[in-house]
């Protein structure tokens, strides 16, 4: 584990290095290719006298309310696929086409239906990850032993809330995490790509803002932000979260 770590913190001193190297060796405006320094200065200018702070704050209220509608929405159309042959054939199909569209395809519509505000924002963010939730939760549900199901049945587990939570949710584990995990970056993309467009502060916002202003510092930041705020998320979140069930359902051994 503490080899790992060096050795992630020795890549990104090296990147930060070729960074500055790079910024000086090409010689291009700073508005083009901000240096190391530049953008170091951009973060801290718009966390004390810029709204960075305000704008992530934002960003992570519509994504949490969206991704949680996702994974609600999209574990329950799993469930559905998974019990019905008539809707898996129907609406599954149809689910797994969607899956294809990106969700900035649909915020014209949403614009249309919910105007420029954060309603828009969280609907293509949710459209974002419910496909993808749903189709992990039909695979991990679908890939069960049916030893499983039939050895429940046979010790009186019933069709209930006992077979879903005791035998569905633990068997199918490893593809639902795998599905959130996607889910979640799926999110994201979606959520830039709204706010790019959405009024309200939110990163994306920023970014545009950025963009408009040929300041390339700030726009960098925001990207790094993006990045250090999913990667965060997913090592001390959802990394945590997958040991810690496996952990209580017995599909792993606690490390030593």
Known sequence: MRITALRRALFLIGLLVAWEAAYRIIGWESWKFPSLFQTIEAFYDG????????????SLRRLIIAFILSLVIGVLLGLLFTRSKLIDDTLGFMVIALQTVPSIAW?????????????????????????????????????????????????????????FTQILIPAAFPHLMTGVRVAWAFAWRALVAGELIARGAGLGQLLQDGRGLGDTALMLTIVIIIAV??????????RKLEDKLLLRYGLEHKSK
């Open 47 to 58: 966390f004390v006298h810029g709204k960075l702070l305000e704008a992530i704050i934002g």
């Open 107 to 163: 915020l014209p519509f949403a614009i249309i239906w919910f105007g420029f505000n954060d309603t828009s924002v969280i609907f293509i963010t949710t459209l974002g990850a419910t496909w993808t939730m749903a189709i992990a939760t039909r695979t991990g549900i679908k890939n069960i032993p049916q030893v499983y199901t039939r050895a429940a049945l046979t010790l009186g587990t019933g069709n209930g809330w006992k077979m």
């Open 229 to 238: 705020l999913g990667t965060v998320s997913d090592h001390f979140c959802f």
